[in-house]
């Protein structure tokens, strides 16, 4: 098992940059791959990006891509996810999640492969 916890969220301009950070607890973690997703108030959470176990296979929302890059560092429990560009659009609560299952070679995106989310962090883009 293994319990996510989100950080590095905030204000920015549009324009800016943010890195969040998501530290997993359990000895597990390298062995789950991650994801992000946002929800903006009124809306239903959405997929952002995701990325496997190893961390060589990853994929993006068409409306992130080149925009942001997920990444993740086995060694220290942690993924990643860096968002230049940001633009008021993007503002929303972002969570992380690890998936339901072991090992999984492609990066999930639907919300029900995901077993274990955070509380989130707030992102709020200024225009």
């Known amino acids: 098992q293994v319990q996510p916890v989100e950080s590095g969220g905030g204000l920015v301009q549009a324009g800016g940059s943010l890195r969040l950070s998501c530290a997993a607890s359990?000895?597990?973690?390298?062995?789950?791959?991650m994801g992000w997703f946002r929800q903006a108030p009124g809306k239903e959470r959405e997929f952002v990006a995701a990325?496997?176990?190893?961390?060589?296979?990853?994929y993006y929302a068409d409306f992130v891509k080149g925009r942001f890059t997920i990444s993740r560092d086995n060694a220290e429990n942690t993924v990643y996810l860096q968002m230049n560009s940001l633009k008021p659009e993007d503002t929303a609560v972002y969570y992380c999640?690890?998936?339901?299952?072991?090992?999984?070679?492609?990066?999930?995106?639907?919300?029900?492969?995901?077993?274990?989310w955070g509380q989130g962090t707030q992102v709020t883009v200024s225009s």
């Open positions: 999640a690890a998936d339901r299952s072991y090992y999984r070679e492609n990066a999930p995106v639907l919300l029900d492969q995901y077993g274990y």
């Open positions: 990325i496997n176990w190893s961390g060589d296979n990853t």
């Open positions: 359990g000895r597990t973690f390298s062995s789950y791959a």
